[in-house]
Every structure is written in C-alpha cells, then in structure tokens.
C-alpha cells in the first residue's frame, strides 16, 4: 500500500503543474514532458545522460525531447567537451515553463504545510529526503 500512498500525493503535483503550465498557455507540454525538464540541468545535458537520469530508453527520451525542441522549449548545441556529440538546453521558453511548474509546486506545498502544520510538514520532507537518498544510493 506504500506505492499508493506515494503515488496518490505524487499524481496531484503533477496534475497541478499540468493545470498551471497548460493555464500560462503551454498546452503542447504533456506530463510525460516532465521528465526532461526534471533531469535537465541549467548547463544542458547529452540526451543519453537524460534518458539514463530518467531510467528510460534513449529511443523515448529522443522522441520528449524532439517534441520539446520543435516547440521551441529546448535546443541542442555542441558539447563544448567532446565537439562530437551535442547537449540539450531550454531555451527562454523552457526556462518559463520551468518556472510556472515551481509556482505549482510551491503552491502545494504551501498547502501541504497549511493542512499538516510547520513541525509535522518538516518531518514530511525531511522524511521523504532521507528515503529519496537511500533509494538513490542503492542505485548508485
């Protein structure tokens, strides 16, 4: 029963940052977009690292992030380590979308403070932050 009661708070984030970006006019970005947008630091990143980050397929990642592109969100420019191969960065307009979506998110969570109180809503996080880092560990 763990996964549904992190998967229930989970899909509200992310309804909530659909609703917001699709409200500020970027309708083309579906929720599978996020996952770019999450694993994509502000110097860019190869696509393969991003797939990798996103524990998916090169395949699909290439597909989020050619959508992305052609919407003008992302672009790819040239590595400036290895010539060769290219990074994936936002563009002005995915650096909006990316700060509607921590709007959102901080909209939630203030929520979530109103409704859990400061003490219980610190332990939340703190709570999820160490279990985020023994999962990531694991993984490493």
């Given amino acids: 029963m763990i996964g549904a009661l992190l998967r229930i708070p989970f899909q509200h ?3 909530r940052v659909h609703a917001a970006l699709d409200s500020a006019g970027f309708s083309d ?3 599978a977009h996020f996952a770019v947008f999450q694993h994509l630091p502000p110097d860019g990143a190869r696509q393969s690292v991003l797939a990798e980050r996103a524990k998916m397929r090169k395949q699909s990642m290439g597909y989020l992030v050619r959508h992305l592109e052609s919407c ?3 672009e790819r420019v040239a590595d400036p380590d290895d010539k060769r191969a290219q990074l994936v960065r936002q563009t002005a307009r995915g650096r909006e979308v990316e700060r509607v979506a921590r709007r959102a998110i901080a909209g939630v969570e203030h929520e979530w403070l ?6 219980r809503f610190s332990v939340f996080r703190r709570t999820l932050e160490t279990i985020s880092a023994h999962a990531e560990a694991r993984e490493a």
């Fill in 114 to 119: 109103e409704l859990l109180g400061p003490v």
């Fill in 13 to 15: 984030v992310t309804e």
């Fill in 29 to 31: 970005i579906s929720p």
């Fill in 72 to 74: 003008g969100y992302l």
